[in-house]
């Protein structure tokens, strides 16, 4: 089992839509979950993060945080083109410090 | 005022060959770090640096030599090139007490290897 596992993709979307992204982990102790967007042939950029059960919105992205269910995600609401990327779930090991990526999700908005 | 880079951006070798990435950070954090990320974009942590000290050492084949001559820089040495090295190699580097309690990752724009 991978320790950061998300859907692959592509997750396709109509522009206006709410896309869902999820991720789930397999370390129990993970504290910190962070979500990257990386465009086609760019690095990596850090759109979120989340330490706490619930939810917590900035602009147009909500991550969402059930520790109990050891789950992550991320809603893009009023989805544009410009957010078809690939959509990277990080946690943050506490041993070490290592920051953990998933295979990420691959996201495709049509106009 | 690029903030972390690599150099080269594209590298192609043949097998068995020696190759060299760099890597700079004008950020003035301390923590560096090699990422691996293979075509189906899976990104893999490799090494980790603080302040020149290596402290992240994933399980790699030593073929792979990284080194931090200061906290600003970390190089990345790959002997005897195989077609499996084939990856794009990001460097990044952290803040101390940056977002997220240092999850905050700040990347530099990759480094294409092919390996013929």
């Known amino acids: 089992q991978k320790e950061v596992e998300q859907n692959s993709g592509p997750l396709s979307v109509p522009e206006g839509a709410i896309a869902s992204l999820n991720c789930t982990y397999s370390d129990r102790g993970s504290q910190s979950f962070f979500w990257y967007r990386q465009y086609s042939g760019k690095s990596p950029e850090l759109i979120m993060f989340i330490y706490s059960n619930g939810d917590k919105e900035d602009g147009r992205f909500t991550a969402q945080l059930n520790k109990a269910s050891q789950y992550v995600s991320l809603l893009i609401r009023d989805s544009q083109p410009s957010d078809s990327a690939t959509y990277l779930c990080?946690?943050?090991?506490?041993?070490?410090?290592?920051?953990?990526f998933g295979q990420g999700t691959e996201l495709s908005v049509k106009p | 005022d690029t903030a972390v880079s690599q150099t080269p951006k594209y590298l192609v070798t043949q097998m068995g060959n020696d190759k060299s990435i760099k890597c700079e950070q004008n950020?003035?954090?301390?923590?560096m770090y090699w990422y691996k990320q293979d075509s189906k974009k899976f990104l893999k942590i490799m090494f980790s640096?603080?302040?020149?000290?290596?402290?992240i050492n994933e399980t790699v084949p030593n073929r792979f030599s990284p080194k931090s001559p200061d906290k600003a820089h970390l190089n990345l040495h790959i002997n005897s090139l195989e077609l499996g090295d084939s990856a794009v190699y990001f460097c990044?580097?952290?803040?101390?007490?940056?977002?997220?309690?240092?999850?905050?990752?700040?990347f530099g724009e990759g480094s294409r290897l092919t390996v013929l």
């Open positions: 990080a946690v943050l090991r506490n041993q070490g410090g290592k920051l953990i």
């Open positions: 990044a580097s952290r803040p101390e007490g940056g977002q997220g309690l240092t999850g905050e990752l700040f």
């Open positions: 950020l003035g954090h301390d923590t």
């Open positions: 640096y603080n302040n020149k000290e290596l402290i």
